[in-house]
Nanobody
Framework: QVQLVESGGGLVRPGGSLRLSCATS????????LGWFRQAPGKEREGVSC????????YYADSVKGRFTVSRDNVKNTVYLQMNNLKPEDTGEYFC?????????????????????WGRGVQVTVSS
């Protein structure tokens, strides 16, 4: 059974940091493109950052470049999202996703429907 379980969300002040983790099981972790998406109330789900193991390719949405860093641990089957200098507009439900990666990293991260597996999400709230 495939499982993706996010953790690390919470409430943080603007300028603060959070580290999200996504523990996975039930599939070949090293063959997947892993990614993070977020959804704010009333808005569509958007790709934040994705990473592919085979060539360490990454994708970042323009809104998070220079502030967020995605990484993966193929021993722990876990993908991380380090979020620094958080802004109120980063608020939303953050979801971990995985796909076989037949598309490019950018495509997997900008077209949510291409991803095969999803976690249940974790809330991130940036507010003073």
């Amino acid at each position: 059974q495939v499982q993706l379980v996010e953790s690390g969300g919470g409430l943080v002040r603007p300028g603060g940091s959070l580290r999200l983790s996504c523990a996975t099981s039930g599939f070949s972790f090293d063959k997947q493109i892993l990614g993070w998406f977020r959804q704010a109330p009333g808005k569509e789900r958007e790709g934040v950052s994705c990473i592919r193991d085979s060539d360490e390719s990454t994708y970042y949405a323009d809104s998070v470049k220079g502030r967020f860093t995605v990484s993966r641990d193929n021993v722990k089957n876990t993908v991380y999202l380090q979020m620094n200098n958080l802004k109120p507009e980063d608020t939303g439900e953050y979801f971990c996703a995985a796909g076989l990666g037949l598309a490019t990293v950018r495509e997997m991260c900008t077209i949510p429907a291409l991803n095969d597996y999803w976690g249940r999400g974790v809330q991130v709230t940036v507010s003073s």
